[in-house]
T-cell receptor, first 112, second 113 residues
Framework: NAGVTQTPKFRILKIGQSMTLQCAQD?????MYWYRQDPGMGLKLIYY???????DKGEVPNGYNVSRSTTEDFPLRLELAAPSQTSVYFC???????????FGQGTRLTVV | GEDVEQSLFLSVREGDSSVINCTYT??????LYWYKQEPGAGLQLLTY?????DMKQDQRLTVLLNKKDKHLSLRIADTQTGDSAIYFC?????????????FGGGTRVLVKP
């Protein structure tokens, strides 16, 4: 089992550029999440999804968009990158009825 | 609101026990978790405890929960150099609208030989 797979692992963006962070899970989990981790800080929830076609905002959604067209995939879109979006992004998934989440390896994004 | 607090740093000698502490504010939490993050890696679930339990032991790991004080601790017995990592405490609730995890800021544990 691959678990939760994120691509790319690293990326440098210029201010104003756009990109999509990919996330896929093969565990048939209903719930998927995007978190960001800033240096020395805990994880902040950006967006989450309880199933295909359903998404909702977390604590820090501004500047991001998501979609969930399939159970497996949950891409995160940055439309106009800003230096404040420099962070490590983690995708996670969990079973219906269980709150513990399984995490991907992360995408380290730098906006310059 | 929900808040989870942890100390920033812990230094321990190899072979000693480590104790990492966490406090949380939401008394309606269903589960409490400990995650480990090694450099450059994602978060790995170490262990978790249901909110109606006081203690859980899993090999070298012991989790203690004091619900009255909203205090959670993780004890690592016989700490090894491979235990050097950042440890995150998290509290979780299961909701129909989406399971939710709230994380602390992480405790960096350094194990000295």
């Amino acid at each position: 089992n691959a678990g939760v797979t994120q691509t790319p692992k690293f990326r440098i963006l210029k201010i104003g550029q756009s990109m999509t962070l990919q996330c896929a899970q093969d565990m048939n989990h209903n719930y998927m999440y995007w978190y960001r981790q800033d240096p020395g800080m805990g994880l902040k929830l950006i967006y989450y999804s309880v199933g295909a076609g359903i998404t909702d905002k977390g604590e820090v959604p501004n500047g991001y968009n998501v979609s969930r067209s399939t159970t497996e995939d949950f891409p995160l879109r940055l439309e106009l990158a800003a230096p404040s979006q420099t962070s490590v992004y983690f995708c996670a998934s969990s079973y219906l009825g269980r709150a513990e989440a399984f995490f991907g390896q992360g995408t380290r994004l730098t906006v310059v | 609101g929900e808040d989870v607090e942890q100390s920033l740093f812990l230094s321990v000698r190899e072979g000693d026990s480590s104790v990492i502490n966490c406090t949380y504010t939401d008394s309606s939490s269903t589960y409490l978790y400990w995650y480990k993050q090694e450099p450059g890696a994602g978060l790995q679930l170490l262990t978790y405890i249901f909110s109606n339990m006081d203690m859980k032991q899993d090999q070298r790991l012991t989790v203690l929960l004091n619900k009255k004080d909203k205090h959670l601790s993780l004890r690592i017995a016989d700490t090894q150099t491979g235990d050097s990592a950042i440890y995150f405490c998290a509290e979780g609730k299961i909701k129909a609208a989406g399971n939710k995890l709230t994380f602390g800021g992480g405790t960096r544990v350094l194990v000295k030989p």
